[in-house]
């Protein structure tokens, strides 16, 4: 599934438009920091309100107003799927529930980035992999190793202090893990 900043723009607008608070947080955060106009894979969405879990219904209805489909994430919440250019987009809404967590501190400082004409909220890079690290599965220890390439490569900027210092707003019981990950991958020393 490819699509372009314009669809990418076209769908958070609505969800702007619907006073959806949100950030962005999977690997459209990489895509953008690369400046890529052709995007892959779904678009992974932290919703600070209205909740997925809770206001489910309210998603539906937003969907059904645009001629949207709706699915479900890997831990129960909705997921939407718009439909752009002949491709089915899937917005993925996540929230601080079952095993699923992302500090809020992260959130907070998640800088604003203007998508043609609209304003998104997207998570640091850094960020992204401590959460990447943190989760562990074999595709996101694949992504953090991609991700360790491009920073090796020079093709995106990496602050490893950043890293260390956001690290403390995870629980402690999974920093040790976390760093472990991020040292094999060579993000960190």
Do not use: C
């Amino acid at each position: 599934m490819a699509y372009t900043l314009e669809d990418l723009a076209e769908i958070m607008k609505v969800l702007v438009d619907a006073s959806v608070k949100a950030v962005v947080i999977g690997s459209t955060v990489v895509q953008l920091e690369l400046r890529k106009k052709q995007l892959e894979e779904d678009v992974d969405l932290f919703v600070e309100e209205p909740s997925p879990f809770i206001e489910e219904e309210f998603y539906r209805r937003l969907a059904s107003e645009h001629g949207w489909g709706v699915g479900q994430t890997w831990i129960g919440t909705p997921s939407l799927i718009a439909r752009r250019g002949g491709e089915d987009i899937v917005v993925e809404l996540y929230e601080n529930i079952y095993d699923f967590y992302v500090p809020p501190e992260l959130l907070e400082r998640a800088p604003k980035k203007n998508i043609r004409g609209v304003p998104v909220r997207v998570l640091r890079l850094e960020d992204y992999a401590l959460l990447k690290a943190k989760a562990g599965r074999d595709e996101d220890m694949e992504d953090l190793e991609e991700l360790a390439m491009l920073v090796k490569s020079g093709r995106l900027r990496f602050d490893r202090r950043l890293v260390r210092e956001s690290i403390q707003f995870f629980p402690e019981e999974d920093q040790r893990l976390m760093e472990k990950r991020l040292k094999k991958v060579g993000l960190i020393e």
